[in-house]
């Protein structure tokens, strides 16, 4: 479970027993697509090369289908979506082979072990034509894949919290957040994922927010463990409750702040100043990739600016490269819960990929959820 | 001799398929649960060979789960029991020409998604809603019902009433009209009717669907995420988080296992008393 983005991916899917809806969602989505015109004799040599079909794993409400059908105009290669419930279950695909996948979104903290495990080839810069050199610091060229040598940051976002005027005081950091919320009547609420919830706490205490030691997680563990009762739910649906008014504060990811946000601007979304959560979920092509060609087409059309400014107007999630920022509607760009200011993620972590391997994490997790 | 033999062996294939389905899908599954039960976490999650029982030691983890399925499924179904039965006698002595409008009613909500149908509840049980409504008719304040024991137990009831209704409306149904004007007759008034008569002639139905709505409630899943906010889990919760979050199978496996073996006697333990009580019940055989 990955990139914290739409509520649709995180809660239903998992509520609906992960895969048998992204599989649904997957057929529908690539049903409604516009059919693509077989019979397009302009393009018919450029598909020729390309093949005539690109088969893109990602996340639901990530991608401007009308980006897609014009990519599929130029091209003649028609983009067959997939939509996935949680980075493990794309994981598990690419990891059985013959997945079909040509581009796949994974998120961050799952990209070390597809590389260390050949799951990935290298991105061909001379056929993508991309330069990261003038993007984001705070998301290209990390740990998790230096120099972007197989993967290139999609859309980027943050673990921050929501709260609403009922609350009556400001919320600035996960210390206040956790010290406040057992004081509440089961008014707070954290998601239910174990790389936020346990790490946005972990912050809280003082500790690193990748904590994976038996001293650190154990403390964690003690003092979630000690607030459950006070907790109006863990669960990583938060909008309804927020929306309610039974909800008075909750850990919260950028897709649902702005969402949150949007439609009701008595919340507000803050990140921690003390530190919390960024992720990014990124372009990729699989090494068994049926469609290479066509996916270093998509690289080259998605990253050109309109494209990719017009992608970032429909699914709400920042890009790194400010030559797009530039082209981005305004009330995109100047919306601080979509582009936070580069010294509020400064303090900010990656969720590491031993963090989402840990058997120590999740099993703290499960036990924090069975107490 | 020869037609015995013969019979015995034509009824031995006729057999065979329902022989083969019980050794692939119910003794297979067992088996591989054991062995894995008995293994121990993979690096990376999942299983690999070994034999230990560690696996059984750390159950106790998992107890307040284990308790929780335990407590609701019985309260769950003792308030199912309660709500079914006044609407089954209803329908069955009392709707006539009404009744299979009334049925048609109870059945056609349950072609939608259990999902979705569940999910409404959050609404109803928010802030904005039932509260909502008390507070303004000045009948309550600060009522707070959503993820709350109240609510798995509403969640529980809402679904699985059909499971329950169903069975003692048909024991109801089939009974003789004539006896209890018999029991009028012979002086009883109308609670000891019902006590002596009508009571213990349904008691198959109430036996069965008492066992049709505990079972299926003590693998629930997905109201204790929806209506309890994840704060009381089942046994289905952890159970789906040792296989998909934390991926430790093998804590899994035992998990599951032991909780197999309970349901057995329980249900074992059930049909001999009900037998007792009731003679056969009409799910015998089923379950």
């Known amino acids: ?334 919306n601080p819960v979509i582009y936070p200011a580069e010294e509020t993620i400064a303090p900010l972590s990656f969720a590491t990929a031993e963090t989402y391997n840990s058997p120590l994490r999740a099993e703290t997790w499960a036990r924090i959820k069975s107490s | 001799m020869t037609s015995t033999a013969r019979r015995g062996r034509s009824s031995a294939v006729a057999a065979g398929p329902a022989v083969l389905w019980f050794l692939l899908f119910m003794i297979a599954p067992l088996v591989v649960l054991f062995v894995v039960s008995v293994g121990v976490r993979g690096p990376g999650g999942g299983y690999l060979p070994g034999f230990t029982l560690a696996n059984y030691g750390e159950l106790e983890t998992r107890l307040v789960p284990i308790l929780n399925t335990v407590r609701f499924s019985l309260i769950g179904t003792a308030v199912t029991l309660v709500v079914a039965y006044p609407l089954a006698y209803y329908l069955a002595m009392k709707a006539g020409r009404m009744r299979m409008v009334l049925l048609a009613l109870i059945i056609v909500p349950f072609w939608t998604s259990m999902l979705i149908r569940t999910y409404a509840w959050i609404f109803l049980l928010g802030n904005n809603g039932i509260p909502e409504v008390l507070s303004t008719l000045g009948l309550a304040d600060d009522l707070r019902l959503l993820n709350t024991p109240f609510a798995i137990v509403i969640g529980i009831v809402y679904n699985y009433l059909p499971l329950m209704l169903l069975p003692i409306y048909v024991s109801l149904e089939r009974i003789d009209p004539s006896l209890r004007a018999a029991s009028k007759d012979l002086g009883a008034d109308r609670l000891a009717t019902f006590r002596q008569v009508t009571l213990p002639l349904s008691a198959p139905g109430v036996l069965s669907g008492c066992l049709l709505v505990f079972i299926p409630v003590m693998g629930e899943y997905l109201i204790p995420v929806l209506l309890g906010g994840g704060r009381s889990y089942f046994l289905g919760n952890a159970l789906a988080d040792l296989f998909l979050q934390s991926r430790n199978w093998p804590l899994g496996a035992a998990l599951a296992g032991s909780f197999i073996l309970l349901m057995s006697f329980v249900v074992v333990g059930y049909s001999r008393l009900t037998r007792r009580l009731a003679g056969p019940l009409p799910t015998e055989g089923v379950l």
């Open chain 1, 1 to 334: 479970m990955p990139s914290p983005n739409a509520i649709s991916r995180r809660s239903l899917m998992r509520l609906l027993g992960y895969g048998s809806l992204a599989a649904g969602a997957g057929a529908s989505l690539s049903a409604c697509a516009p059919p693509t015109t077989a019979s397009n004799t302009g393009t018919a040599a450029k598909s020729g090369e390309l093949g005539s079909t690109l088969n893109l794993a990602t996340w639901p409400n990530y991608d401007d289908p009308a980006v897609l059908q014009r990519f599929t105009d130029e091209t003649g290669v028609r983009v067959n979506v997939q939509v996935f419930g949680s980075t493990e279950e794309m994981e598990a695909l690419l990891r059985a082979g013959n997945s079909g996948i040509d581009v796949a979104v994974p998120s961050q903290y799952a990209i070390p072990g597809w590389i260390q495990s050949g799951l990935l080839q290298p991105l061909d810069y001379d056929k993508i034509e991309v330069d990261v050199s003038g993007w984001n610091k705070a998301v290209v060229d990390q740990e998790f894949d230096p120099g972007n040598k197989f993967t290139l940051p999609k859309h980027w976002g943050t673990t921050g919290m929501i709260f609403s005027e009922e609350l009556g005081s400001e919320l600035s950091s996960w210390a206040e957040f956790f010290k406040l919320a057992p004081t509440l009547d089961r008014r707070a609420l954290i998601v239910d994922h174990q790389i936020s919830s346990i790490g946005s706490a972990a912050v809280s205490l003082g500790l690193d927010f990748n904590v994976g030691d038996e001293k650190g997680l154990g403390e964690v563990e003690k003092f979630l463990k000690s607030i459950k009762s006070k907790l109006f739910a863990i669960s990583s649906d938060t909008q309804p409750g927020l929306r309610n008014g039974d909800t008075w504060m909750s850990i919260a990811w950028t897709g649902d702040g702005v969402q949150v946000v949007r439609d009701n601007p008595a919340f507000k979304y803050v990140i921690g100043k003390d530190g919390g959560e960024i992720w990014s979920d990124n372009w990729s092509v699989p090494k068994d990739a049926p469609h290479a060609e066509a996916a270093w087409a998509f690289l080259k059309f998605i990253h050109q600016p309109q494209n990719a400014a017009d992608n970032i107007n429909f699914s709400l999630y920042p890009h790194a490269d400010p030559a797009v920022t530039a082209m981005v509607d305004a009330a995109v760009r100047d």
